[in-house]
């Protein structure tokens, strides 16, 4: 389930469309941003820089399991990606289910393996290589909803919702009929499905979860589980959502940025894409931010690749999810250009080719990933920079900066089908000497200057004070 939001003051919204040059943080002080007494939970130190790669287990090898994501981690760290984030590693349930395998989001036991995967051993091999290497592990948590063959349906039915007959039924306003929807009116239900979330931080040392339709079950409940689970140890907790504000006062650290990617998915004009930039500092609470993404699991399924929906600005919304305020994250096969749906409810690999590491998409979004880890204008929350737009009357032309103290990113981006030449004038703390993203140059930027640019059609620019590499 996805939704979306945002809210801009009329000054912001005025600013962007006539050019003039608005900070989003000065934006953010004047929105009704309503903030909880409870105090949110503490976000891990290591986010901050981080990129998140996604993976989905079945069909990441030709095996599809978790010996097949363990030997490509060497592959994923490599690529400057540090967090793992797994689709559901649990039993899949049978009945009801769609398709020959099933949802990964049917979950018959939320304290076991998927048996196709491999064992809880495998697994814990793969939590302890990865953190070895320094990298982190996220699991995919569903708490909206079980598989119709959970042991729970007949041992608390009670804990699902029912109709006036007293029939279980699947999540209103859905078609997922493979699936029971959960009734958290129910204490018991609550206090299990907390205590199934800390065991896999007890067990085996996990360090986030994804969750999924998080605005589906009720603020309080994240609230109160969070709460406790971080009492076993601090994870970073990504709601799969982005209209339920106060998922953030308390319980998330992260959110979608669905505004965002729908934005990239209709390009041609700078207005769409420039509100979802601001709206992702405006409305977040302090030290909160979204999930910046181009495709994902959902995405590459049902709506189509990158490649299908945003055709020759896929370099260019890139590089757009790495500059926005937020964390940018990978999917599986999306760093070797992999344009191809994968099946939902069937066995369907990805072709790697022989040396995916030697192809040119990897080498693109490595670069990316590396530009990002070495700038701090550009990390998450409140480790990062200002956002900041440059006047310009071209509909077409998206300029913006970034800066963190002496760290620096310009951003210049051709949102059009024809070549523009551009005069970038350089003012105040944008003046210093920076880097080439494209070519590895130096270039200096003097104060009072306008410096001239060329961007071909759907390309970009990207000048930083440290360079990607």
Known sequence: MRSKTISLTVAALLALSTGVSVAATEAAQALPVVHATAARQVLPNWVSNASVYEVNVRQFSPAGNFAGVTAALPRIKTLGTNVVWLMPIYPVGKLNAKGTLGSPYSVANYTAVNPDFGTDADFKNLVDTAHSMGMKVVLDWVANHTAWDNPWISAHPDWYTQDSNGKIIWPAGTDWNDVADLNYNSLGLQAAMTN???????????????????????????????????????????????????????????????????????????????????????????????????????????????????????????????????????????????????????????????????????????????LRANNPALWSGSAGGSLNFIANSNDHLLEVWRGQGKNKVIFLANLGANSIGTKLPVSGSMAGKYVNFATGRSVTLSNGKKVSFTIPAWGFTILSTVAAR
């Open 196 to 370: 199934a979330m800390k065991y896999w931080v007890t067990k085996f040392d996990i360090d986030g979860y994804r969750c999924d339709a998080a605005g589906m079950v009720p603020t309080e409940f994240w609230n109160s589980a969070t709460t406790e689970v971080n009492k076993v140890k601090q994870l970073w907790w990504l709601a799969e959502d982005q209209a339920s504000g106060d998922l953030l006062n308390t319980a998330f650290s992260s959110n979608y940025n669905w505004q965002l990617m729908d934005a990239l998915n209709h390009v041609g004009g700078k207005d769409s894409i420039s509100q979802a930039m601001v709206g992702s500092v405006a409305n977040y609470p302090s030290n909160t931010f979204a999930m910046n993404f181009i495709t994902n699991h959902d995405e590459n399924s049902w709506n189509g690749t990158e490649f299908q929906r945003l055709g020759n600005a896929v370099k260019e919304s890139a590089a757009i999810e790495f500059i926005t305020p937020g964390i940018p994250l990978i999917y599986n096969g999306q760093e070797i250009g992999m344009n191809r749906q994968l099946q939902f409810f069937e066995k369907d690999p990805i072709v790697w080719g022989s040396d995916p590491a030697s192809n040119t998409w990897t080498a693109f979004y490595s670069k990316l990933v590396k």
